[in-house]
């Protein structure tokens, strides 16, 4: 059973982000010299998109939904969140329904968990910990599974008081302190002992993963990072750039490890694409501190690639949770590259308007449309490993020196005199400079070029 909240706060901000999107879209149309913006309204953030993302959570949790209950109120419940009257309508409805679990789209706080499990026979998990719980489903490595465990501890750390009879709590005179308390004292030391066991083998990995990063930038290969909301499509969008047949999946928060592949751009410059577990809004803080070690990437990267959902009718609203996230990251500055997927779902008259994004780069990970526009965008926003041109002068027996050059650059022109070979390469300041000693050098007498 879903019990969806909102309050009229969020409400006004609900509003104030659905003006901003408004606002933006009417001054594109009017750069573009339209008169209207036909098939735009103002549900694009709704609140019925926000109750169909925690429809899809429960699923990709792999519950089945018995009921829906909707609560409106002017602010949260101190006692129960939902107050007295929706409580009891709560509790009809789970004893009609049979209903094994109730799920609410907020945060709960220890008093208001414990207040609500004590009127109802079955357990109630708030939106945290359903996260929390669909990141321990998909988490495959030890690494994954070391960082949900770290946050998910962190999350429980705080509501061990009071849950369960056993660990209620008990009167402090002669005669009551019982194994209520013991219990909790021991539960809490047993888990701030896995905390710290935890920590220390992602210490080791972040060591590792420091080494084998140093080992990388020893050969300069910049690094260019996928980040988005969940379920925009990154995962397909990596496939489609890097063939590198990683899992795509409709559910959310089906990546959670970092992927790293090569790539090699239109200039010939290689670079590591990665792949980031997705945002969402409301993300707990928790998992976003637990997962610093696979977010390392992201800080890293030269470049970030915001993938964003085009046909999602909450994209604003998305693209504003995400660089929420980026800016606990500390990362909110760095070049950032927008990409609109998912454009073969977005109708005609619509995919206009979004060409008025000036910024963002249309494309199709399944259709494979857009990706040679968004590899020169890359190529162009990438600074690091400059692209210069260089004529070379080497010996045809310098056959690995020539391979290397053709397989890493772009040859404009190549001609052979003798046992000579002379050509002009276009390509990475660190590939043409590792073979300086084959530089030409412009002759200023005849407007030629010369050896060194």
Same mark, same amino acid.
């Given at each position: 059973?879903?019990?969806?909240?909102?309050?009229?706060?969020?409400?006004?901000?609900?509003?104030?982000?659905?003006?901003?999107?408004?606002?933006?879209?009417?001054?594109?149309?009017?750069?573009?010299?339209?008169?209207?913006?036909?098939?735009?309204?103002?549900?694009?953030?709704?609140?019925?998109?926000?109750?169909?993302?925690?429809?899809?959570?429960?699923?990709?949790?792999?519950?089945?939904?018995?009921?829906?209950?909707?609560?409106?109120?002017?602010?949260?419940?101190?006692?129960?969140?939902?107050?007295?009257?929706?409580?009891?309508?709560?509790?009809?409805?789970?004893?009609?329904?049979?209903?094994?679990?109730?799920?609410?789209?907020?945060?709960?706080?220890?008093? +208001? *968990?414990?207040?609500?499990?004590? $009127? @109802?026979?079955?357990?109630?998990?708030?939106? =945290? /910990? #359903?996260?929390?719980? %669909?990141?321990?489903?998909?988490?495959?490595?030890?690494?994954?599974?070391?960082?949900?465990?770290?946050? +998910? *501890?962190?999350?429980?750390?705080? $509501? @061990?008081?009071?849950?369960?009879?056993?660990? =209620? /709590? #008990?009167?402090?005179? %002669?005669?009551?302190?019982?194994?209520?308390?013991?219990?909790?004292?021991?539960?809490?030391?047993?888990?701030? *002992?896995?905390?710290?066991?935890?920590?220390?083998?992602?210490?080791?990995?972040?060591?590792?993963?420091?080494?084998?990063?140093?080992?990388?930038?020893?050969?300069?290969?910049?690094?260019?990072?996928?980040?988005?909301?969940?379920?925009?499509?990154?995962?397909?969008?990596?496939?489609?750039?890097?063939?590198?047949?990683?899992?795509?999946?409709?559910?959310?928060?089906?990546?959670?490890?970092?992927?790293?592949?090569?790539?090699?751009?239109?200039?010939?410059?290689?670079?590591?694409?990665?792949?980031?577990?997705?945002?969402?809004?409301?993300?707990?803080?928790?998992?976003?501190?637990?997962?610093?070690?696979?977010?390392?990437?992201?800080?890293?990267?030269?470049?970030?690639?915001?993938?964003?959902?085009?046909?999602?009718?909450?994209?604003?609203?998305?693209?504003?949770?995400?660089?929420?996230?980026?800016?606990?990251?500390?990362?909110?500055?760095?070049?950032?590259?927008?990409?609109?997927?998912?454009?073969?779902?977005?109708?005609?008259?619509?995919?206009?308007?979004?060409?008025?994004?000036?910024?963002?780069?249309?494309?199709?990970?399944?259709?494979?449309?857009?990706?040679?526009?968004?590899?020169?965008?890359?190529?162009?926003?990438?600074?690091?490993?400059?692209?210069?041109?260089?004529?070379?002068?080497?010996?045809?027996?310098?056959?690995?020196?020539?391979?290397?050059?053709?397989?890493?650059?772009?040859?404009?022109?190549?001609?052979?005199?003798?046992?000579?070979?002379?050509?002009?390469?276009?390509?990475?300041?660190?590939?043409?400079?590792?073979?300086?000693?084959?530089?030409?050098?412009?002759?200023?007498?005849?407007?030629?070029?010369?050896?060194?």
């Amino acid at each position: 059973m879903l019990v969806v909240v909102e309050f009229s706060g969020e409400l006004r901000e609900r509003k104030q982000l659905t003006a901003a999107a408004r606002l933006a879209r009417t001054a594109a149309a009017v750069v573009a010299g339209e008169k209207d913006l036909p098939g735009y309204t103002a549900s694009t953030l709704n609140f019925d998109a926000s109750r169909a993302e925690f429809e899809e959570l429960a699923r990709s949790a792999g519950a089945t939904i018995a009921a829906i209950l909707i609560q409106r109120r002017q602010k949260a419940d101190p006692f129960s969140l939902v107050g007295q009257g929706k409580l009891e309508e709560i509790v009809g409805v789970v004893a009609s329904t049979n209903a094994s679990l109730v799920l609410f789209d907020h945060d709960l706080t220890p008093s +208001q *968990l414990r207040n609500i499990e004590a $009127r @109802l026979p079955c357990h109630v998990i708030d939106r =945290s /910990q #359903l996260i929390l719980d %669909i990141f321990a489903r998909h988490a495959k490595t030890s690494e994954g599974q070391l960082q949900v465990e770290l946050a +998910q *501890l962190e999350y429980q750390l705080p $509501r @061990l008081a009071g849950r369960g009879r056993a660990m =209620s /709590q #008990l009167g402090g005179g %002669i005669g009551t302190r019982g194994p209520g308390e013991t219990q909790l004292e021991t539960d809490r030391r047993k888990i701030n *002992l896995r905390l710290d066991h935890i920590k220390t083998q992602l210490d080791a990995v972040r060591r590792i993963r420091h080494q084998q990063r140093q080992r990388r930038e020893a050969v300069p290969v910049p690094v260019v990072a996928l980040v988005g909301y969940t379920n925009a499509g990154k995962s397909t969008l990596f496939n489609a750039l890097t063939e590198a047949g990683v899992l795509e999946s409709a559910r959310m928060f089906a990546t959670l490890d970092p992927k790293l592949r090569q790539l090699q751009l239109p200039s010939r410059r290689k670079i590591l694409l990665s792949d980031t577990v997705g945002f969402i809004r409301n993300l707990p803080h928790t998992l976003v501190t637990s997962f610093r070690a696979t977010l390392e990437e992201v800080e890293r990267a030269e470049i970030l690639l915001h993938v964003q959902d085009a046909a999602s009718p909450i994209r604003e609203e998305q693209k504003i949770q995400v660089e929420k996230v980026l800016a606990e990251l500390g990362v909110s500055t760095k070049p950032m590259i927008q990409v609109l997927n998912k454009a073969d779902l977005v109708p005609a008259q619509e995919l206009a308007h979004l060409s008025n994004d000036c910024e963002a780069i249309r494309v199709s990970s399944l259709q494979h449309t857009g990706l040679e526009k968004l590899l020169n965008a890359i190529d162009t926003a990438l600074v690091v490993d400059p692209l210069v041109e260089t004529s070379f002068r080497l010996p045809q027996s310098e056959g690995a020196i020539l391979a290397s050059l053709e397989g890493g650059a772009i040859i404009d022109e190549k001609r052979f005199e003798g046992n000579l070979v002379f050509l002009r390469a276009r390509g990475p300041a660190s590939l043409l400079d590792r073979y300086r000693r084959f530089h030409m050098k412009p002759d200023l007498s005849n407007g030629r070029v010369s050896a060194k």
